[in-house]
């Protein structure tokens, strides 16, 4: 019953408040994050951070895989290296990064040899080439030892390695020479300024175990991308023959994309990671200071923000253009940090007339020049994925606006260029006899799940032309999951992870719940994943990255799949933030196949809770929420076409109801805060 629930709640929070231990931040760092998770429960089970900044490996392998001495780390120690090339391999068990530090004892003159694989199919003696860095720049540190004795490595500091899970050992010395490996330990770098790194601010836990993985690997990936900027060199790029050199930045932590791969700030993914990040773990600042390094960069003379590489600027995306300013919308919704807003507004403004300005005036459609080269397959379908994003971004904006200090005027306009965006986009790219839209004006074969899948989130179009395409959709399903037509039919996992927003949008939870179980269960449970985290694209994408090797394994630490973590909050357990800080929220749930869920997330204004329970003839839901914020409470009808019962506190609520029949719901202002109890029998 929900109320129990809630009662084990509560007593574990008094049980567990007592139990925090004292913990690190990285190096200097300044503390910043919490120091207790905000909800503590048996939920804290499925978190994948380690609870101390230092830790060990967890087995220790044989290059084929094999366990040497049936007995983890501990009994395995310590191991013996002997002869030219032998190699041994620690498996951390989950993804990590930071600084190795390895004890050993030789009997002679050598080196070893630390390469540091992502999946352990990668495991040989070089890094694992998962990121578009030339071959031959992730390949092995070494340990050199010059007499017999004992030794200690550490990596330094300007070498620090993240996103592995396992460290290959080989030895470089005469068949005569032995090192015997006493001890490896590793001192997680990311997240810096977390003393404790399971101090997460949200939660999620239901009645389906996968679900509750999925929601915490999306929340461990993001973690382990969030560097400390100071103490990392960017990805090393290929210029005029030479390798780049540069530090990530002078923050204490920056929130980069797929840490194996990039070792960047890309702000391609801040649509749905800002999201994540709020609802999970909580932390913002390493968005924040992403997000400034884009506003840093952007160019003084058009407003085209640059990715911001440091040394390599490619000004080039309209894509990623666009997702940093809806990145600035989301930040500034979960933070209401105004200093930011107003720091960078004037930059904002010049991003959005730098890219409304390639709007023509003919049919009313954003005139794309991207020639970013990633996913040049993808180009040209872009446009009508472009213009949707260009919705999104004007209607954001204009949100963004209302918060700013004297713009209304031009939240106005930035409304009126929306509407008149979303009325081109549906007069010229949607298709009737199919049912959904097209890629571009011309192309008429071609339904990209992508495009489709944003026109349903955006709400770029009404709920009957939204339940078609959601219905189109499926038609890309197989066993395995939804293939991607743009991507001339690969598996992509983000953009499957748009398809199921989609859905839920849609009012399909059923429809995503399968389409989530479909995709996850063969990316966790693939041998080749880390089990962990989430791959930017888990098959052979021979159209991805044009100019790598077809089978170069591409990250499997990706932000672009972890949106996940916040549909499962917004759209499953329903609750979302609707103004800065939460001062108006809504939750809506929905229940699919699932019988119970809850969950919560944190802003400064205090906790958000929720959680529901199906039952015979209904449910239950119960809610907490801070005193003076004021949301809807939007419930689904128990029977299809019937108006149920609702009782808030044991009261019978009749009025102030209102019945959307199409959708099959009921929506209730509630205002004050403080905790509910809504039972709903058909
Ligand atoms: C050890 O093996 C490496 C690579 O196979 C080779 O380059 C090196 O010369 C060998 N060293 C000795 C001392 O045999
Ligand atoms: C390495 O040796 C040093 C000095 O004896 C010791 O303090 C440290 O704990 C050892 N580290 C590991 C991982 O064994
Ligand atoms: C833009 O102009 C400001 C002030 O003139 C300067 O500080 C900044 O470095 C310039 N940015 C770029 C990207 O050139
Ligand atoms: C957001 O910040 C502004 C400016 O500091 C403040 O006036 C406003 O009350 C804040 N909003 C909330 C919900 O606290
Ligand atoms: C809003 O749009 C009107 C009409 O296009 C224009 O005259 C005005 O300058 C715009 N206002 C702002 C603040 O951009
Ligand atoms: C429209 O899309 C098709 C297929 O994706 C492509 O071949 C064509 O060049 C595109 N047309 C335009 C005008 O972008
Ligand atoms: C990926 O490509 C490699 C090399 O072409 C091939 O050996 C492997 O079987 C492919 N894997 C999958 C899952 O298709
Ligand atoms: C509740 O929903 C209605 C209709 O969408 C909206 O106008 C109103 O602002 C919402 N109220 C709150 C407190 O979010």
């Known amino acids: 019953m929900a109320s129990s629930v809630w009662l084990r709640f509560i007593w574990c929070l008094a049980i567990l408040a007592s139990a925090s231990l004292a913990q690190k931040c990285w190096r200097e760092t300044t503390c910043e994050g919490p120091e207790d998770s905000a909800f503590p429960g048996p939920w804290d089970k499925y978190i994948y951070a380690p609870s101390s900044r230092t830790v060990e490996p967890k087995e220790v392998l044989t290059i084929s895989g094999t366990s040497p001495s049936n007995g983890g780390y501990r009994r395995s120690m310590p191991y013996t290296l002997q002869g030219n090339g032998s190699t041994v391999v620690f498996d951390f068990g989950v993804k990590v990064g930071g600084i190795i530090t390895l004890n050993y004892t030789s009997t002679g003159s050598g080196a070893l040899g630390l390469a540091f ?19 031959g720049l992730r390949g092995a540190l070494y340990a050199i030892f010059k007499e017999a004795g004992e030794g200690s490595y550490s990596v330094p500091d300007e070498d620090m390695r993240a996103g592995f899970r396992y460290m290959v050992v080989f030895l470089l010395a005469d068949c005569s020479t032995e090192v015997s490996i ?3 330990s590793l001192e997680i770098g990311f997240q810096p300024t977390w003393s404790n790194l399971r101090a997460y601010q949200g939660y999620f836990f239901s009645d389906d175990k996968l679900l509750n993985r999925i929601w915490y690997s999306g929340a461990y990936a993001l973690q382990v991308n969030a560097m400390p900027a100071r103490a990392v060199h960017q990805l090393p790029m290929m210029m005029d023959g030479k390798a780049t050199d540069a530090k990530m930045g002078l923050d204490d932590m920056t929130v980069v994309d797929g840490i194996k791969a990039d070792y960047e700030v890309w702000p391609g993914d801040m649509g749905t990671s800002v999201s994540s990040l709020f609802v999970s773990t909580g932390d913002l600042e390493s968005t ?7 506003y840093n960069t952007q160019s003084n003379l058009t407003g085209a923000f640059n990715e911001p590489r440091g040394t390599f600027n490619p000004k080039s995306s309209e894509t990623y253009h666009l997702w940093s300013m809806i990145g600035t919308f989301y930040y500034v919704l979960y933070s209401n940090d105004t200093d930011f807003l107003e720091r960078n507004w004037e930059g904002y403004k010049s991003a959005m007339s730098y890219i409304y300005q390639k709007v023509d005036s003919t049919r009313g459609l954003l005139q794309a020049t991207d020639t970013c080269n990633q996913d040049i397959s993808r180009q040209a379908s872009k446009s009508l994925e472009m213009q949707i994003i260009l919705y999104h971004a004007l209607k954001t904006g204009a949100r963004l606006a209302t918060w700013a200090k004297n713009s209304l005027t031009l939240s106005d306009n930035w409304s009126k260029q929306a509407e008149d965006l979303k009325h081109s986009i549906n007069t010229h790219c949607w298709d009737d006899n199919y049912g959904a839209f097209k890629a571009n004006i011309t192309d008429t074969t071609l339904y990209p799940q992508v495009a489709n899948s944003l026109a349903i989130l955006y709400e770029i179009t009404d709920p009957a032309r939204s339940s078609r395409i959601s219905e189109n959709l499926i038609k890309n399903w197989t066993p395995n999951g939804a293939v991607t037509p743009e991507l001339g039919g690969t598996f992509s996992p983000f953009t499957s992870t748009l398809e199921i927003h989609a859905h839920f949008a849609a009012g399909q939870p059923a429809r ?15 041998p080749d994943s880390t089990s962990t985290s989430l791959s930017e694209s888990p098959q052979n994408n021979t159209l991805k990255h044009i100019g790598f090797p077809p089978h170069a394994p591409h990250t499997h630490n990706n932000n672009q799949p972890t949106s996940p973590t916040h549909a499962l909050t917004e759209s499953i357990l329903g609750l979302s933030v609707t103004s800065p800080i939460g001062l108006t929220w809504k939750i809506a749930p929905q229940f699919g196949n699932l019988h119970r869920v809850e969950g919560g997330f944190t802003t400064p204004l205090g906790k958000y809770q929720v959680s529901w329970e199906t039952r015979a003839g209904g449910y239950d839901l119960a809610f907490a929420v801070p005193s003076g914020t004021k949301g809807n409470l939007t419930l689904p009808f128990v029977e299809p076409g019937r108006r149920p019962s609702i009782q808030i506190d044991g009261n019978d609520i009749l009025r102030g109801v209102w019945w959307d029949e199409v959708r099959g719901t009921a929506t209730v202002v509630v205002s004050g805060g403080g905790r509910c109890e809504v039972v709903v029998r058909g």
């Open 288 to 294: 924040k200071n992403a997000l400034q390094k884009v």
């Open 182 to 184: 006493e001890g490896v």
């Open 512 to 526: 995503a719940l399968d389409l989530i179980h479909r995709s996850w269960t063969r990316y966790l449970q693939s």
């Open 117 to 135: 694989p992502e999946t352990n199919s990668g495991t040989r003696q070089a890094s694992d080439t998962s990121d578009d860095a030339p071959e």
